[in-house]
Each structure stands twice: as C-alpha cells, then as structure tokens.
C-alpha cells in the first residue's frame, strides 16, 4: 500500500496567483508558512519555519484567488508532487509542490481586519475586495438548516457536507 498525503494548517506568506492555462483551467500557487517548536538538549525553545509552495488546480484554485490573502490561516490537504527540469545553465533542478486536493479558509491577519502594528491606536478600516461584475458567477448560496421548522430532527439530506 502507498500513501502520498500531507496535511497542512499555517498561513499564507503571499496573495494567490491565479492564472489560467492554454485549455481554460484555472490554476493558483500561494505558499504557505508553518511552523514549528520543540526544547533542544539544554531545554532551550527552539523553533523553526518551513516555507511550502502549493498548487490548487480547478475550482479549489478560483476559490483561492477570491477568498485568500498574505497573511491568512490556511488548512491544506493534498499530495506532494516533485517535477524535474533543467536551468539556463544545463543543471537539472527539482521542486516539489504540494498538490491541494482539499482546502478550508482559517482567520484573517489582523491587517485584514483594520488593525497593522501601526494602527492599534487609531485603527482604520479594511480596504473592501472589488464587487462582482455582472459577467462573473453569482456566489454560491450556502444552505442553512432550520431547527425549528424540521422541530428538532436533522435531516441528513439538509446537512451541506
């Protein structure tokens, strides 16, 4: 049995880049920082952060590019991915790339919200994302579940996941 899975929850180290292919497809990359700590042989906190690049292929990648930016949490799961190619100078390089298969938007930075280091004094508000043109998609409508009118039973058909 082979598994290839990696799971993933930090924060966004850049705005996604979203680009298209020759076909249609959508595709973004974002990289993503996680961290973490342990006590070294003298009980000192050490920490350490990894850096990952990560490609989100489709709809997972439109939905990127709309919702996510620098600084926001981020949960991944997906698929490492190595590819091979060659420099300007001849030398064969690899890099792998985490494949998202799944992904769930986390908090906001507190830039987001209005609030830098420079601003808790005297906070201002968040620049606000362009509206949606006419021409794009309308949003998708999340379903919500009504105790009192199902007069507390949970159809498993209403939950949305």
């Known amino acids: 049995m082979n598994v290839n899975k990696v799971i993933l929850v930090g924060r966004l180290t850049r705005d996604p880049e979203v680009r298209n292919t020759p076909s249609g497809q959508t595709v973004a990359s974002i990289g993503l920082a996680t961290g973490h700590t342990w006590k070294d042989k003298n009980g000192q906190k050490q920490e350490r952060t990894e850096f990952h690049n990560i490609v989100l292929w489709g709809r997972l990648g439109e939905i990127a590019g709309q919702y996510l930016i620098k600084g926001q949490e981020a949960y991944i799961e997906g698929r490492l991915q190595t590819t091979k190619f060659t420099d300007k100078s001849g030398v064969d390089r690899y890099k792998t790339e985490i494949i998202a298969e799944n992904m769930q938007l986390g908090s906001k930075p507190r830039s987001a919200y ?48």
Do not use: H, M, R, W
């Open 114 to 161: 209005g609030a830098t280091p420079s601003s808790y004094n005297n906070p201002a508000p968040a620049p606000a994302k362009p509206t949606p043109t006419s021409q794009e998609a309308p949003a998708e409508e999340i379903p919500t579940i009504n105790l009192d009118e199902e007069e507390n039973e949970v159809k498993i058909e209403d939950v949305p996941f």
